[in-house]
Antibody, heavy 120, light 109 residues
Framework: EVQLEESGGALVQPGGSLRLSCAAS????????MSWVRQAPGKGLEWVAT????????YYVDSVRGRFTISRDNPKNSLYLQMNSLRAEDTAVYYC?????????????WGQGTMVTVSS | EIVLTQSPGTLSLSPGERATLSCRAS???????LAWYQQKPGQAPRLLIY???SRATGIPDRFSGSGSGTDFTLTISRLEPEDFAVYYC??????????FGQGTKLEIK
């Protein structure tokens, strides 16, 4: 079964750091682009970051560029999001998502999400 | 930067009725890179449609997508109780960049 499972969400103070992890199973992880997508409470979906299959390229939404870093460990089938200088507006459920390049780069598999709360 | 605007914000219909949801892009986009998702409360989004009109694996044929250029539509031919949810359109642009619409809530009338 194809699965993504996020972990690492927590309550953190403004200016703090957090590292999210996503464990992948059931597919050949090292052949797919992967992304993080977030959803603030009661709001819509927002793309956060994407990394190519071999880690050769990483891309970010403007609001997190320079603060967040997406990375992957292909032998461990794992995706990460290092979040620094966190702000209240980063509060959201963070989803790990697999990108299906053949399907027009749609997000075809999603994890269940992990909650990040930035508050003092 | 492409902006996707979905309408209506909320759509109130009864089971058995037909639902038509709209997604308008701020400039012409390739239909190859337009997708639709369904999200139920407390759940992750689920891919319904990719390439504007192709159903994802396991998606019932009452769901269909159409459109080109700046105007795209998700149609649910005959609503089932489990179809009441929030629906998002999404576009993949170069760079790469990904954009979501703000969502349409489909509620039971």
């Amino acid at each position: 079964e194809v699965q993504l499972e996020e972990s690492g969400g927590a309550l953190v103070q403004p200016g703090g750091s957090l590292r999210l992890s996503c464990a992948a199973s059931g597919f050949t992880f090292n052949t797919f682009w992967m992304s993080w997508v977030r959803q603030a409470p009661g709001k819509g979906l927002e793309w956060v970051a994407t990394i190519k299959e071999d880690g050769s390229g990483a891309y970010y939404v403007d609001s997190v560029r320079g603060r967040f870093t997406i990375s992957r460990d292909n032998p461990k089938n794992s995706l990460y999001l290092q979040m620094n200088s966190l702000r209240a507006e980063d509060t959201a459920v963070y989803y790990c998502a697999k990108i299906w390049g053949w399907a027009g780069y749609a997000f075809d598999i999603w994890g269940q999400g992990t909650m990040v709360t930035v508050s003092s | 930067e492409i902006v996707l605007t979905q309408s209506p914000g909320t759509l109130s219909l009864s089971p058995g009725e037909r639902a038509t949801l709209s997604c308008r892009a701020s400039q012409s986009v390739s239909s190859s890179y337009l997708a639709w998702y369904q999200q139920k409360p407390g759940q992750a989004p689920r891919l319904l449609i990719y390439g504007a009109s192709s159903r994802a694996t396991g998606i019932p044929d009452r769901f269909s997508g159409s459109g080109s250029g700046t105007d795209f539509t998700l149609t649910i031919s005959r609503l089932e109780p489990e179809d009441f949810a929030v629906y998002y359109c999404q576009h993949y642009g170069g760079s790469p960049q990904f954009t979501f619409g703000q969502g349409t809530k489909l509620e039971i009338k």
